[in-house]
């Protein structure tokens, strides 16, 4: 290993296949050697604690020893290979290719940055469901950098992760898990991440948002479907709620109303992200699906649980653990199971009815809608609610301020506003469609070479 791979495995941070260990502790070791063995491999870096920091380590042979004989002694026997950089002890761990592992603290799994330790019953669920081939892991022979990869997809997603480019892109994209060792073959989890249009590879991995008049399918309003990258796709479906849901009234004390939808914004991301991490993608029959009626929203996706239903919302096995890891390089995961929370206490904070939670072949989150008891409870009095596409309201201060920039500069690309406003590209681009949604907004010719309008705030 070379200065400028070192380098880049520090600024890149720990991920699906990438663990820091500050001092060298056995049964710490045994169980992230386990949950690589029975992932898609990966590299232990022993004297660099979690803050990415070379803290250093002595390095003997009894050292050496001793983690060789951590590996030997898993069952089956996982093979390793341990290279020395200046004062940092590297293991690297292959693919096992008779999973499942396990060692003295039993059987583990790599989850996003950490290793989850599972029962014997739930490993043998989880592989036999897969197969024992990941499909996220997966290797697409269809999707190749000449047909298929967006280099500006894969730019965006560098930039939003932070990596610093210190390597080959081809470097990274083997170092983030989705290309292998050959340096040609992409995985299905690149092709949902890099595609220029992910019909055309996996037509399965699309969301669909319908949106319906009454509680049942009966009457469609409306329907669209989203088919590009993961990431695209994520977004496209925020922006479908924030066109189809209400904003409502709510006074605080003694402050002025103020303005927010109907549901929050927290528990509607957090849905999303659970139905693109955890769904199965094996399944080629059914896609990803927002559905939005007059008194709930409900995001289904297909594959049941992995864990057992006691534990659901307690602890998180992701079947697709290099989707979860990027997902979480991009900030839209955080610890490892606490996703269902957040969404019951975001609904609790707003005095809303508890999500519904639904098992089976489909997992499905119910969110209800607010009753008009919710509504005059938000205003504090009768106010009305309001849906969107009505007429503009005063813009918040962010709001202001991108169209202050956008007055000045119509052409000005989401990029430059998110870097003027030190704030994530994403948040601009949420903005711009509530600003689109108010009516501050017009959008004037096509994405690209197009420009924006600013409406009378009067």
Same mark, same amino acid.
């Given at each position: ?7 880049? $495995? ?10 820091? !260990? ?25 004297g660099v604690n979690d803050k990415c920091q070379v803290k250093g380590i002595n390095i ?26 200046? @004062? ?9 290719? @008779? ?35 990941? /499909? ?69 991995? +699309? ?32 922006? &479908?709620?924030?066109?189809? $849901?209400?904003?409502?009234?709510? +006074? ?46 409900? +995001?289904?996706?297909?594959?049941? $649980? ?56 489909? /997992? ?7 009753? !008009? =008891? ?44 998110? !870097? ?9 681009? =949420? &903005? ?18 197009? &420009? ?7």
């Amino acid at each position: 290993m070379d200065k400028k791979e070192f380098e880049f $495995l520090l600024k890149s941070g720990e991920g699906i296949n990438l663990e820091f !260990k500050e001092s060298f502790d056995s049964k710490n070791i045994a169980k992230s050697i386990v949950a690589f063995a029975n992932s898609e491999g990966g590299r232990i870096l022993l004297g660099v604690n979690d803050k990415c920091q070379v803290k250093g380590i002595n390095i003997t042979n009894k050292l050496k020893s001793e983690i060789q004989d951590i590996a030997r002694n898993c069952d089956p026997e996982i093979k390793i290979v341990l290279e020395t950089y200046e @004062n940092v002890l590297i293991i690297h761990v292959e693919e096992g290719k @008779n999973k499942p592992y396990r060692c003295s603290q039993g059987f583990s799994i790599r989850e996003g940055s950490s290793s989850q330790k599972l029962s014997t019953d739930e490993i043998r669920e989880f592989f036999n469901k897969e197969r024992k081939i990941i /499909f996220d892991e997966k290797i697409n022979p269809d999707f190749t950098f000449k047909n298929g990869f967006d280099k500006k997809k894969f730019n965006a997603f560098i930039e939003k992760a932070k990596i610093i480019r210190t390597i080959p892109d081809k470097e990274i994209l083997k170092n983030i898990g989705v290309l292998s060792e050959n340096g040609e073959d992409f995985k299905n989890a690149g092709a949902l991440f890099f595609c220029d249009d992910i019909e055309k590879f996996l037509p399965h991995a +699309i969301i669909t948002c319908v949106l319906y008049k009454g509680l049942d399918k009966v009457y469609i309003i409306d329907k669209k479907d989203f088919h590009s990258d993961i990431l695209t796709n994520y977004n496209e479906a925020l922006n &479908y709620f924030y066109k189809n $849901l209400r904003l409502v009234y709510k +006074i605080e004390g003694f402050g002025p109303r103020k303005e927010i939808l109907e549901l929050p914004d927290e528990a509607l991301k957090e849905a999303l992200i659970n139905a693109i991490a955890h769904r199965d993608y094996n399944e080629r029959g059914a896609r990803i699906q927002v559905d939005i009626f007059d008194d709930r929203v409900e +995001i289904s996706n297909p594959g049941g $649980l992995i864990i057992k239903e006691e534990e659901f919302g307690k602890r998180s096995l992701s079947r697709n653990p290099l989707i979860f890891g990027l997902l979480q390089r991009l900030d839209l995961v955080e610890k490892v199971g606490s996703g269902i929370k957040r969404i019951k206490d975001s609904m609790k904070r707003l005095g809303l009815k508890p999500p519904k939670f639904e098992f089976g072949k489909f /997992f499905a989150i119910v969110l209800y809608r607010p009753t !008009k =008891e919710d509504l005059g409870r938000f205003a504090g009095e009768n106010a009305p609610q309001k849906t969107p596409q009505k007429t503009p309201q005063k813009p918040t201060e962010l709001e202001q301020k991108i169209l202050n920039l956008i007055r000045n500069k119509p052409a000005m690309p989401r990029s430059e506003i998110a !870097k003027e406003l030190s704030i994530a590209d994403d948040t601009v681009k =949420e &903005y711009l469609a509530k600003l689109k949604i108010k009516g501050f907004l017009k959008r004037i010719g096509a994405d690209r070479g197009g &420009y924006w309008e600013v409406k009378d705030e009067n």
